[in-house]
């Protein structure tokens, strides 16, 4: 007899908000941010509908995040300008995982702006 199994992605919006929602880690912890989205995208993904382009979405943010706040380092020494980039990344990694957890509550895939595209 043949199996007609097939798996069926639940859709769990919950799920979604709390992985937007926990890049705020960072604030807390300092590295979280980066690391519960990546684990809840990885063993989730196959199982959440959306849950795969929402945990792209947020991995390559915070890895832009992670980048831009590399470079302006140095820009801080060199221009004074680094620390405007260093305020207008805190800003961003703050005030947009909550725009997209509205989003993602509303069933609507995420936006984040300046975000390179590392995960495809």
């Given at each position: 007899?043949?199996?007609?199994?097939?798996?069926?992605?639940?859709?769990?919006?919950?799920?979604?908000?709390?992985?937007?929602?926990?890049?705020l880690?960072?604030?807390?912890?300092?590295?979280?941010?980066?690391?519960?989205?990546?684990?809840?995208?990885?063993?989730?993904?196959?199982?959440?509908?959306?849950?795969?382009?929402?945990?792209?979405?947020?991995?390559?943010?915070?890895?832009?995040?992670?980048?831009?706040?590399?470079?302006?380092?140095?820009?801080?020494?060199?221009?004074?300008?680094?620390?405007?980039?260093?305020?207008l990344?805190?800003?961003?990694?703050?005030?947009?995982?909550?725009?997209?957890a509205?989003?993602?509550?509303?069933?609507?895939?995420?936006?984040?702006?300046?975000?390179?595209?590392?995960?495809?």
């Open positions: 007899m043949e199996s007609n199994y097939h798996t069926l992605k639940r859709t769990d919006n919950q799920l979604l908000v709390i992985t937007h929602l926990s890049q880690l960072t604030y807390v912890t300092g590295f979280g941010g980066l690391l519960a989205p990546l684990i809840i995208w990885a063993t989730q993904k196959e199982q959440v509908d959306g849950m795969d382009a929402h945990g792209k979405s947020i991995l390559n943010f915070q890895l832009s995040m992670l980048i831009y706040s590399i470079i302006s380092i140095p820009l801080i020494f060199v221009f004074g300008l680094g620390i405007l980039t260093l305020i990344v805190a800003i961003l990694a703050f005030v947009m995982p909550i725009i997209n509205v989003k993602a509550s509303n069933g609507e895939l995420p936006n984040y702006p300046m975000s390179i595209n590392f995960v495809s």
